[in-house]
């Protein structure tokens, strides 16, 4: 069941046509780590930069866009929905109303050892803006 | 017009510069004008939830079923020009979906939505006002309206509309179509400005050309022609100037010398001028002068112009080894500003100068305004030219028998209740071509009056001038079968070059006209060159007449010109009598004919006693 969904939350994404992919690509290049970050994805198109490290599955400490979940990697996903719901998931990468959305939890990241400079923090949302319920108490 | 050519060359620049900035600009305004069905009709549907819900924002996220009937209230807004039609809330600067009309792509109710540009809604955040952004950034949509939701003064949120490009290319092709006329029709209002002004500098030069003197480029009677009416005279004093005896010039060295005297005297007239006057040649050696009254005063006009004078009688010429010098004659007139017209101002400088004439010439005269005695010469031309012109006649008759012999012609312009006298017109007219014209007239009236009646016969004033006129001596030639009853009364108070008139004479004689020899006695006469005229009659001066009984020197001259004329077949004609002891006196030296007041005045022909008849 959850492939199909995973499946079914990928779609969207297989299309990569409608990103813009130097928004994309600038934002992951501007992850900061201490340690050096591999990607990988199945998805060929998402490969747009030499800048990105990409990687072998097994190497790769991030996985763009998964097509199954892995609780040992870091993972950037292909919908609002998906990044909700898995909590591995550091970020998201989806069209929504015609624009590239490109969020990033900042617990998660912190969790990870990660950050984005000033100037990326508009794609950074906490936990609790994720959280509906939550959200209401920041109004 | 090259300041307007300038401003526009300016205005087309900054338009095809900021054609960019007025494309978006119109865009705005057809963009605003096309969303204003939704944005009228979004604006009540939220006036009323805004006022129904007071808690608006809280009342969509909590609630599902407002959130649905919302949504459904919002969703008779979109049709198929729009793409999206949702409403987000801000939390924390962040955007999260609210609302959302769509079936599909639906934004989650407190989704975050990362807007394309943050600096659309800054924009309607800070000025709380819809606005409409072309997304220039996302090829697929067209434009966004954003509308903020404002409740209590704050702005809780945005209504967002995405358009289809379909829709903005629609409106594109609208505004690509005004840009394009309006860009066509800029370059062809500068390609008939550029023609204009074309035309304009070309008219200009062609004026510049047909205005100047090509020897002198000095302005010529055609710009005064044309400019009469633009010329603001009354800011002018006016003075005519006049060559004396330039004709000398011509004659003597030739046109081309002629002409590089006049070049060198305007030149030296012009060096007098200052910017703001004009200088005009008037006619080959005539010069107007329209000197501005600005700075100038009646004095430094006076001044002016006798520098002038002054100037040019210094002035030395040397042609062909032969030096010589001019001088010039000038009429003016200061009190520019009692004139109707630049023409009137001419016409008096132009009499002022005649003035300047009979004075001895190399002076300055200036316009008289008590003269009005004078009739001007274009006035007199025009009575010469109208049935004004009559001649009286005055009987000459024998002294013995007291029979009528012939009438002397005496001509007469009636002006109205005036009758002009000749010695009030001639002086003016000396020099000019209207004495011939007005002895032409003279003629021909009285051909007329001989032609009408056969009986009448009539002696008429012609002068050296007249005689080598050849339109006089063809009127005397075409008339010759008058010629029995016409007597031609040469006048003799100017110095008659005999051996130019003489042929006239001959030719007259030919004709069968008899010649007589006006006022003898006074300044040229010359005995001898009377019998080389051949000569019918004598008319002796009246001033000599008038004194001969009371004048001892006048009693011995018409004794020794009555014995003269006797002895060489000379009739005598004696004028101005008086009283019987003239006619007495005339009778004992043997004088045949007689004139004056004692006999008759001149009259009209009506009024003549006919006893000729």
């Not at chain 1, 990103?19 to 994309?24: A, G, I, L, R, S």
């Not at chain 2, 704050?154 to 394009?180: F, N, P, R, W």
């Not at chain 2, 006006?518 to 004598?538: A, E, I, R």
Request: proline share 2%.
């Amino acid at each position: 069941m959850k492939k199909i969904i995973y499946i079914f939350l990928i779609l969207p994404v297989l299309a990569m046509s409608g990103f813009d992919m130097v928004k994309v690509n600038n934002a992951l290049l501007s992850i900061k780590s201490s340690s050096s970050l591999k990607y990988y994805s199945s998805n060929k198109n998402i490969n747009i930069t030499k800048k990105l490290n990409f990687t072998s599955l097994e190497e790769a400490n991030i996985v763009i866009f998964p097509e199954k979940n892995d609780n040992k990697k870091m993972l950037i996903v292909g919908s609002y929905q998906e990044l909700r719901m898995n909590k591995n998931s550091i970020g998201a990468v989806y069209l929504k109303k015609g624009r590239t959305q490109i969020i990033f939890v900042d617990e998660r990241l912190k969790n990870n050892g990660l950050s984005l400079p000033v100037v990326f923090q508009k794609y950074v949302i906490t936990e609790c803006q994720l959280n509906l319920v939550c959200l209401l108490t920041l109004l | 017009m090259l300041t307007a050519y300038v401003a526009l060359i300016v205005a087309v620049t900054y338009l095809l510069h900021n054609i960019e900035s007025f494309e978006m600009k119109l865009k705005d305004l057809l963009l605003n004008q096309s969303i204003d069905m939704i944005d009228t009709t979004s604006t009540k549907i939220i006036d009323r939830m805004l006022i129904k819900d007071p808690n608006f924002v809280h009342s969509n996220l909590q609630d599902s079923e407002v959130r649905l009937k919302n949504e459904k209230k919002l969703s008779v807004l979109v049709n198929d020009d729009i793409t999206a039609l949702y409403m987000l809330f801000v939390a924390q600067n962040k955007l999260f979906f609210l609302l959302d009309t769509g079936a599909v792509d639906r934004g989650e109710i407190g989704e975050v939505f990362i807007p394309e540009n943050e600096a659309y809604f800054e924009e309607v955040y800070k000025d709380k006002k819809k606005r409409t952004f072309i997304q220039k950034e996302l090829g697929h949509l067209g434009f966004t309206l954003i509308k903020p939701i404002i409740q209590n003064n704050q702005t809780v949120g945005y209504l967002v509309v995405d358009y289809t490009q379909k829709h903005l290319s629609s409106l594109s092709a609208h505004i690509d179509t005004i840009v394009e006329v309006l860009v066509v029709f800029i370059f062809v209002l500068m390609f008939l400005l550029s023609a204009y002004i074309i035309y304009f500098w070309y008219s200009n030069y062609v004026k510049y050309k047909i205005y100047r003197n090509p020897k002198t480029n000095t302005l010529n009677k055609v710009y005064l022609i044309d400019n009469v009416d633009k010329i603001d005279f009354k800011h002018y004093y006016v003075a005519l100037a006049d060559l004396d005896f330039f004709k000398r010039v011509n004659n003597l060295y030739g046109q081309a010398n002629g002409d590089k005297v006049i070049i060198s005297i305007i030149q030296s007239i012009a060096s007098q001028l200052r910017k703001e006057d004009m200088l005009i040649q008037y006619s080959g050696e005539e010069f107007l002068l329209l000197i501005s009254k600005d700075k100038m005063n009646e004095r430094m006009f006076q001044h002016l112009l006798e520098d002038i004078r002054i100037l040019i009688e210094r002035l030395n010429f040397n042609i062909a080894d032969e030096r010589f010098s001019l001088t010039i004659s000038i009429g003016a007139l200061m009190n520019t500003e009692l004139e109707k017209s630049l023409q009137d101002c001419i016409h008096k400088a132009d009499t002022a100068l005649y003035e300047c004439k009979h004075n001895g010439r190399n002076t300055i005269c200036y316009f008289d305004m008590t003269q009005t005695k004078r009739v001007y010469r274009e006035k007199l031309k025009e009575l010469i030219e109208s049935d004004k012109l009559v001649c009286y006649y005055q009987p000459i008759r024998n002294l013995t028998t007291r029979k009528l012999h012939h009438y002397e012609a005496l001509l007469r312009i009636e002006d109205g209740e005036n009758i002009i006298f000749p010695d009030k017109i001639l002086p003016d007219l000396e020099d000019s071509h209207l004495y011939s014209f007005l002895t032409k007239r003279v003629l021909e009236y009285n051909i007329k009056t001989l032609r009408f009646d056969p009986k009448m016969r009539i002696s008429v004033n012609l002068s050296a001038d007249d005689l080598v006129n050849d339109t006089i001596l063809s009127l005397l030639a075409q008339n010759a079968d008058l010629s029995e009853r016409m007597f031609i009364e040469i006048l003799e108070n100017k110095s008659i070059d005999y051996k130019k008139v003489e042929l006239s004479i001959q030719k007259l004689k030919l004709f069968g006209y008899k010649i007589c020899i006006d006022d003898f006695g006074t300044g040229y006469s010359n005995l001898n060159h009377l019998l080389n005229l051949s000569v019918d009659y004598l008319k002796i001066d009246g001033s000599i007449i008038k004194e001969i009984h009371h004048d001892r020197r006048a009693y011995s001259i018409v004794k020794t010109f009555a014995l003269f004329c006797r002895q060489n077949d000379i009739e005598v004609i004696a004028e101005f009598i008086d009283n019987q002891d003239i006619v007495d006196i005339l009778k004992s030296f043997g004088v045949q004919y007689g004139q004056g007041f004692y006999f008759s005045k001149a009259k009209p022909y009506a009024e003549l006693d006919k006893e000729h008849l």
